[in-house]
Nanobody, 124 residues
Framework: QAPLEESGGGLVQAGGSLTLSCTAS?????MAWFRQAPGKEREFVAG????????LLADSVKDRFTIRRDNAKSAVYLQMNNVKPEDTAVYYC????????????????????WGQGTQVTVSS
């Protein structure tokens, strides 16, 4: 089994909703979502640590997306509401066995595991 398995991507109309899921094959303290649009660099979307009541969201999505995790399932979910065409990207799940401090959740280099990515396309 791959360390991380993502699901939930697809085509959605602007203003709609989508939920991405990621399941880890082992227990991880920190899980996050990053995304990469064509021609752009990978960017942080949201991250959360084990036992945290709330995660950290990028400014561009904090009013529209939420992140939560299910520790019993070693899973993390990204609820995407009111999506916009600029949300179109490949979304990657990332995880680290150890805890990453909140201030560094957006640092992609700190994550040891990455999923294959799932495409999200928002039509206008």
């Amino acid at each position: 089994q791959a360390p991380l398995e993502e699901s939930g991507g697809g085509l959605v109309q602007a203003g709609g909703s989508l939920t991405l899921s990621c399941t880890a094959s082992e227990r991880t303290q920190t899980m996050a979502w990053f995304r990469q649009a064509p021609g752009k660099e990978r960017e942080f979307v949201a991250g959360i640590t084990w036992g945290s009541a709330s995660g950290l969201l990028a400014d561009s999505v904090k009013d529209r997306f939420t992140i939560r995790r299910d520790n019993a399932k070693s899973a993390v979910y990204l609820q995407m509401n009111n999506v916009k065409p600029e949300d179109t990207a490949v979304y990657y799940c990332a995880a680290k066995v150890n805890r990453i401090l909140r201030a560094y959740l957006s640092d992609a280099d700190r994550y040891g595991y990455w999923g294959q990515g799932t495409q999200v396309t928002v039509s206008s």
